[in-house]
C-alpha cells in the first residue's frame, strides 16, 4: 500500500474563454508519497500550474472541475469550505509561486507578512516570531541582509523576493509544498542553496513536495519521481532517474532533449562592430529613494544598490549581465530605460545626453529604448485583452489605431509564436510562459534599437526558451537591435551574447568577449559563478531540436 498524503484521481478541469470551453487538464491522475519529491514537467500550457493549484483547492472564476478529486489524508480539498481550506493553506499545506512580485504584499514589510503567518497558524509571540524569522532568513541566504525585516517586497530584488516567498512557505513546516518554478528568479549559485535547503528540509522532516518546473537539470538534483505533462494530459509518470535515462512516450524523449547545456554553444555568437556605442553609461551610480519620516518630518536617504557602473552596448551588440540576484542587475536595465533615476553618473544615447527620468526623455528615445519585464503578471493590464495589449503601443508611438493595427498586431502574435486565439484572452488566462511572450511581443512591436531583456526567458519551458532565443537571434539579423540581456541561465547567455558582464554587490568586477569570460575567468566571483553553473548542468552535450519538432517528426514515421 503506498503511504501518499495527496492523492489525485481522474482530474479533469476546464476554463471558459471566449472563444468556447477549453479543457486546461483532462483525467490526471496521480500520488505524492511521504517524503518524496514529485516534479511536474511540460512546457507552458501543459496544465501543470493548473494542476499544482488544484492541489491547494484554488480555482478561476472561469474554471469549472469536471470531474475527479484531489484528496489529502483522506479529504476532498474541493468540498472544504472557505474557513478550512484557510486552516488548510499556508500551515499543513504551503506555496511558493511563481512571481512573488504579485504573491507579496507590497503594502506589507517581508517581517509583518511573514509574523502574520505564525500568529494565525502557530498562534506565536514576538519574541518567538522574532526568533524564527531570524531561523528562515539563514535558511534561505537572506541572513546578511541589515534590517530585511523592515524592507517592502519592491526594494528587494526579484531573486531577494523569491527567496522571502520560500520563507513564507517554510515557516509553519508543513506537510506538503506545492512550489510553482521556486527558482525561476534566481541565480545559480543561489539555485544551489534553495535546492540544498529543500534536501535538508525533507530529509530532517520528511516534508512532501510537488515541484513544478521547466529546469530539468535543477529538478534532477531533487525529484524521486517524475510527472511528465502534454496537453492537459499525464503522459508519464515513474522513477526520475529512469525518466530521465530511458523515457518511453515521445514527448518525454522530446522534451529533454532540448534541454540546454551550460557548455554547449548552439551558435557561435557574432563581435559587434567596432565604432561609437549606441548607449553608454559613466560612473552610474543607483540608489534607493529617499523616503520621508512621518508627517514629511525628517528623511533618510536609501540604500546604494550600484555605486558607479561604467558600461556600453554598442550598435548590433548583445551584452549581458550576469550576477547573483540583488547584484544590481535589474537596477542598472531600470536605470538605463529610466524608470530609476540615477543619483549620479550619465548616460548617452546615440552621442547625445540621455535624461535619466522616463517622462523627461522624447518620444522616440521612449520608443527605440524597450524593456521586458522579469513578472509579466506585474506589467500586462489585467484588464485589456492581448489585443488590445499589443495595439497600445502602436496607438502610442505612431498614432495608429483601429483596424488597421490588426495586421500588425496579429504578426507580433505569430513572432512569439502564439496563435491567433489569444488575441482575446486576458492575462489572467494565459499561463506563466505565455504571459512572457505577450510581453515580449509588446516590445517588439515598437520596432526598437535597443532591447532591455530582464530574465525574459526564466518562466518559459525549455522548448518555447528555444524559439524565443531563435526570435530574438533573427530580429537582430533583420534590423541590427541592439540587446542588454540579463540572465541567470549562463549557458543562453553564452549562445546569444557577444559580450559578458558579471555584477558583483553592485560594481561591475569583469567584462569582456563572452568566450574570453567563459574560458578564462579572471575574478574569483566569476570563476564561482561558472564552476557553479558547470555544477548545475554537468557535462556538455550536442544541441538537439525542440520537442515539437521531434513529435512532428515521429509522426511522420
Do not use: W
Amino acid at each position: 500500500m503506498i503511504d501518499s498524503v495527496l492523492s489525485v484521481r481522474g482530474l479533469t478541469l476546464d476554463y471558459r474563454t471566449p472563444g468556447g470551453t477549453q479543457r486546461a487538464v483532462n483525467d490526471v491522475s496521480l500520488e505524492v508519497r511521504r517524503g518524496e519529491v514529485l516534479g511536474v514537467v511540460g512546457e507552458s500550457g501543459s496544465g501543470k500550474s493548473t494542476l499544482a493549484y488544484q492541489m491547494l483547492g484554488y480555482r478561476q472564476p472561469n474554471a469549472r472541475l469536471a470531474g475527479g478529486s484531489v484528496m489529502f489524508h483522506g479529504t476532498d480539498i474541493a468540498s472544504l469550505d472557505r474557513t478550512g481550506l484557510q486552516e488548510l493553506r499556508g500551515n499543513r499545506i504551503s506555496f511558493v509561486p511563481q512571481n512573488p512580485t504579485t504573491a507579496l504584499n507590497p503594502a506589507m514589510t517581508v517581517g509583518d507578512q511573514i509574523a502574520e503567518v505564525l500568529r494565525k497558524h502557530k498562534r506565536m509571540g514576538s519574541a518567538a516570531i522574532e526568533t524564527r524569522f531570524a531561523g528562515l532568513m539563514e535558511q534561505v541566504g537572506l541572513g546578511q541582509i541589515p534590517g530585511v525585516a523592515d524592507r517592502y517586497p519592491h526594494r528587494l530584488s526579484g531573486g531577494q523576493q523569491q527567496r522571502i516567498a520560500i520563507a513564507m512557505a517554510l515557516a509553519c513546516d508543513p506537510e506538503l509544498v506545492i512550489l510553482d518554478e521556486p527558482t525561476t528568479g534566481l541565480d545559480v549559485t543561489v539555485q544551489q542553496q534553495v535546492i540544498e535547503l529543500l534536501k535538508s528540509l525533507r530529509a530532517a522532516r520528511g516534508v512532501s513536495m510537488v515541484y513544478v518546473t521547466h529546469d530539468l537539470p535543477l529538478l534532477r538534483q531533487i525529484a524521486d519521481r517524475l510527472a511528465v505533462m502534454y496537453r492537459g494530459e499525464l503522459v508519464e509518470v515513474g522513477d526520475a532517474e529512469q525518466v530521465f535515462t530511458r523515457p518511453h512516450h515521445a514527448y518525454a524523449k522530446a522534451l529533454l532533449a532540448a534541454v540546454p547545456q551550460f557548455q554547449a554553444a548552439p551558435e557561435a555568437t557574432t563581435t559587434a562592430a567596432p565604432g561609437a556605442p549606441l548607449l553608454e553609461a559613466s560612473d552610474l551610480s543607483i540608489a534607493y529613494g529617499r523616503r520621508r519620516g512621518f508627517l514629511g518630518i525628517g528623511r533618510s536617504e536609501g540604500a546604494r544598490v550600484v555605486p558607479g557602473v561604467s558600461l556600453a552596448i554598442g550598435r548590433d551588440e548583445t551584452l549581458a549581465l550576469i550576477g547573483e540576484s540583488g547584484s544590481g542587475k535589474s537596477t542598472i536595465a531600470r536605470a538605463l530605460c529610466g524608470l530609476v533615476p540615477p543619483a549620479a553618473g550619465k548616460i548617452r544615447y546615440r552621442g547625445e545626453a540621455l535624461a535619466g527620468r522616463l517622462e523627461d526623455r522624447a518620444a522616440d528615445e521612449r520608443r527605440e529604448i524597450q524593456y521586458v519585464f522579469q513578472n509579466p503578471d506585474a506589467s500586462l493590464n489585467p484588464r485589456m485583452r492581448v489585443a488590445e495589449i499589443l495595439a497600445r503601443p502602436l496607438d502610442v508611438f505612431f498614432g495608429e489605431k483601429g483596424r488597421a493595427v490588426r495586421p500588425k498586431v496579429e504578426q507580433a502574435l505569430a513572432d512569439v509564436h502564439l496563435n491567433l486565439a489569444y488575441l482575446d484572452r486576458f492575462p489572467h488566462e494565459l499561463s506563466g510562459g505565455e504571459r512572457q511572450r505577450v510581453a515580449i511581443a509588446r516590445a517588439l512591436i515598437a520596432e526598437p534599437s535597443l532591447l532591455l531583456c530582464d530574465e525574459v526567458l526564466s518562466a518559459l519551458d525549455v522548448s518555447v526558451q528555444a524559439r524565443v532565443l531563435d526570435l530574438l537571434r533573427e530580429l537582430r539579423a533583420r534590423t541590427g537591435v541592439s540587446m542588454l540581456f540579463i540572465s541567470h541561465d549562463l549557458g543562453v547567455v553564452r549562445s546569444l551574447a557577444d559580450r559578458v558582464g558579471v555584477l558583483y554587490r553592485g560594481e561591475l568586477v569583469e567584462v569582456g568577449p563572452t568566450e574570453q569570460i567563459y574560458t578564462a575567468p579572471q575574478h574569483p566571483y566569476t570563476q564561482r559563478l561558472l564552476a557553479a553553473a558547470i555544477g548545475t548542468h554537468g557535462a556538455p552535450v550536442a544541441p538537439e531540436p525542440e520537442p515539437q519538432a521531434i513529435l512532428r517528426r515521429e509522426a511522420r514515421g
